[in-house]
T-cell receptor, first 113, second 114 residues
Framework: DGGITQSPKYLFRKEGQNVTLSCEQN?????MYWYRQDPGQGLRLIYY???????QKGDIAEGYSVSREKKESFPLTVTSAQKNPTAFYLC????????????FGDGTRLSIL | GQQLNQSPQSMFIQEGEDVSMNCTSS?????WLWYKQDPGEGPVLLIA?????ELTSNGRLTAQFGITRKDSFLNISASIPSDVGIYFC??????????????FGKGTHLIIQP
């Protein structure tokens, strides 16, 4: 089935450690996105990419990094510079062009040990 | 960044009742989207709105894109237990390119009492 796969479902990070969240899609979408969700809050945009080897910062990019080496994959690294990384992370993808809604994976919950 | 004001924050209703929620913004959006999120899962797209004044239905759901492009509402008729969840509005930006990030409201938590 076509869809967006995020892994792992749960992730724990030690202080000072970088961790990488995986997002893979087989929908042939050009654009991919990362959002952060805190309890009782809406989603906030971290990074997005409209094409391979190119990406843009969203509203809360500090402490995060991404790469887009393949169309299907858009991994997110939460670096040690992100001082409050505990959150639910959601990946989305869409076609580019007008009138193309974003579809979401099932998320990764990151916690600090 | 841009802000979307979504209300109400939560709703406690009886099964079979109609539900209405809305979002307003100080900025214009080209697209309004409504999503539903269940606990521990990603949001699922319910309705997408692309033209000012557009009224769109999806089963028991009806949503409208405000004529000013700064607001939208979602109605659910004859609520059933599986409607429980958090509903988010989201606006998409100004370039019309369709690949900009979304701006989300904080969600409406719908709770249905049997």
């Amino acid at each position: 089935d076509g869809g967006i796969t995020q892994s792992p479902k749960y992730l724990f990070r030690k202080e000072g450690q970088n961790v990488t969240l995986s997002c893979e899609q087989n929908l042939n979408h050009d654009a991919m996105y990362w959002y952060r969700q805190d309890p009782g809050q809406g989603l906030r945009l971290i990074y997005y990419s409209q094409i391979v080897n190119d990406f843009q910062k969203g509203d809360i990019a500090e402490g995060y990094s991404v790469s887009r080496e393949k169309k299907e994959s858009f991994p997110l690294t939460v670096t040690s510079a992100q001082k409050n990384p505990t959150a639910f992370y959601l990946c989305a993808s869409s076609y580019t062009g007008a009138y193309q809604p974003q579809h979401f994976g099932d998320g990764t919950r990151l916690s600090i040990l | 960044g841009q802000q979307l004001n979504q209300s109400p924050q939560s709703m406690f209703i009886q099964e079979g009742e109609d539900v209405s929620m809305n979002c307003t913004s100080s900025s214009i959006f080209n697209t309004w989207l409504w999503y539903k999120q269940d606990p521990g899962e990603g949001p699922v797209l319910l309705i997408a709105l692309y033209k000012a004044g557009e009224l769109t239905s999806n089963g028991r759901l009806t949503a409208q894109f405000g004529i000013t492009r700064k607001d939208s509402f979602l109605n659910i008729s004859a609520s059933i237990p599986s409607d429980v969840g958090i509903y988010f509005c989201a606006g998409q930006g100004h370039s019309g390119g369709g690949a900009d990030g979304l701006t989300f409201g904080k969600g409406t938590h719908l709770i249905i009492q049997p």
